[in-house]
């Protein structure tokens, strides 16, 4: 089947290649995201596969069932990014990669939380200016302090057991409960304890319309004092705003994000020679207690080599007619 892929890096195409040996598929690549201003790269594309910030709302879904597509491949596990309801009317079916390594996000999730506790980030441009000055790199022990994990999900359990691992207490809050969560040695809590107790706040529940800005200024106040908050999920789910006021005033210790609200406009390009001109994101990265990574949570060998053979594998299941083993559907 042709297969029209937009949003691609080199790396995708490294992957895709490889597992399309087993598949057979027509891939035609395109760096550009799927939007209103590229839809024309996909006439006549019957499958379409796109990635997180690439824009399927109902415009964009119907101009491209005028051209012919029947199946949006997402090669991710999110889809905030696609109008759901749009595609059901039209016709188009949607497909994602449900579970390709929970290990790389949750890794990333801690190695962003030890940096930022540790202050490896500064430490690190400090010694290669020869400066060995331990004044401000002070951390505290992950040992006996308690982590919240916000969506006890595949990634949540995995972030959860490695926490535990440290000796945290690891609390979390889900409106489905997972009995795998609590095995592991872990608790719900409501989201007022989780305010009031935890030391470490991690995100790990999708964006959807109903927890857009979940942590806004409101929950940012009731956050412990010097607690630390890490994003590994969806740029939405944070205010980014009201975070921005949380570490002027002190009150938030320290944040790392792998996701933000607007990085549509910044994320996975060279923008080293322009002048980025988002204040908000601008004034957020000067802060020495926030460390942002581009959306690299999910960037390792096992999870993009599953990410390509899942996908390329869904679009075979497509053109057989055969189920959609990883079809999204509307709820
Ligand atoms: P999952 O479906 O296994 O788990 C998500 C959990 O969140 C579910 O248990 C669900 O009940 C819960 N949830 C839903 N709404 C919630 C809310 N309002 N509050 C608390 N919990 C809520 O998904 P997963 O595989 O663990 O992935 C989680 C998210 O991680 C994805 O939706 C995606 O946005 C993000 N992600 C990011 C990267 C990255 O590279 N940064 C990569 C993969 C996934």
Do not use: W
Request: aromatic share 8%.
């Amino acid at each position: 089947m042709k297969i029209a892929v937009f949003s691609t890096q080199p790396y995708d195409r490294q992957f895709l290649d490889a597992a399309n040996a087993a598949e057979g598929h027509e891939l035609h690549y395109f760096d550009m995201a799927l939007g209103l201003e590229s839809i024309a790269l996909a006439a006549g594309f019957e499958a379409v596969c796109i990635f997180v910030n690439d824009v399927a709302d109902a415009n964009v879904l119907e101009a491209l069932r005028a051209g012919g597509t029947g199946l949006v491949a997402l090669r991710c596990t999110g889809f905030n990014n696609v109008d759901l309801a749009a595609a059901s009317r039209l016709g188009i079916k949607v497909v994602r990669v449900v579970d390709y390594s929970p290990y790389s996000v949750a890794e990333h999730a801690v190695a962003l939380l030890l940096a930022l506790n540790r202050k490896t980030h500064r430490a690190y441009n400090r010694t290669r200016d020869s400066n060995f000055s331990l004044d401000g790199l002070m951390g505290f022990d992950f040992h006996g302090k308690t982590a919240a994990v916000v969506g006890t999900g595949k990634i949540g359990r995995v972030f959860a057991r490695i926490m535990l691992g440290f000796g945290c207490e690891v609390i979390g809050y889900d409106p489905f409960r997972s009995a795998e969560f609590e095995a592991l040695g872990a608790r719900y809590a409501p989201p007022g304890e989780i305010g009031a107790n935890a030391d470490i706040v991690s995100l790990h529940c999708p964006l959807t319309a109903e927890n857009h800005h979940i942590v806004n200024a409101g929950t940012l106040a009731r956050m412990k004092r010097g607690a630390l908050l890490v994003n590994t999920s969806r740029g939405g789910l944070l205010d980014t705003d009201a975070a921005v006021q949380a570490l002027k005033s002190g009150h938030l210790g320290g944040l790392a994000l792998d996701v933000y609200e607007q990085e549509g406009d910044l994320f996975f390009r060279d923008l080293s020679s322009t002048i980025v001109t988002d204040d908000v994101f601008q004034r957020l990265i000067s802060f020495s207690n926030v460390i942002v990574t581009g959306h690299q949570a999910f960037f390792t060998r096992e999870a993009i080599g599953t990410i390509s053979e899942t996908t390329l594998r869904s679009v075979s299941e497509f053109a057989r007619k055969a189920p959609l083993s990883n079809e999204i559907r509307l709820a």
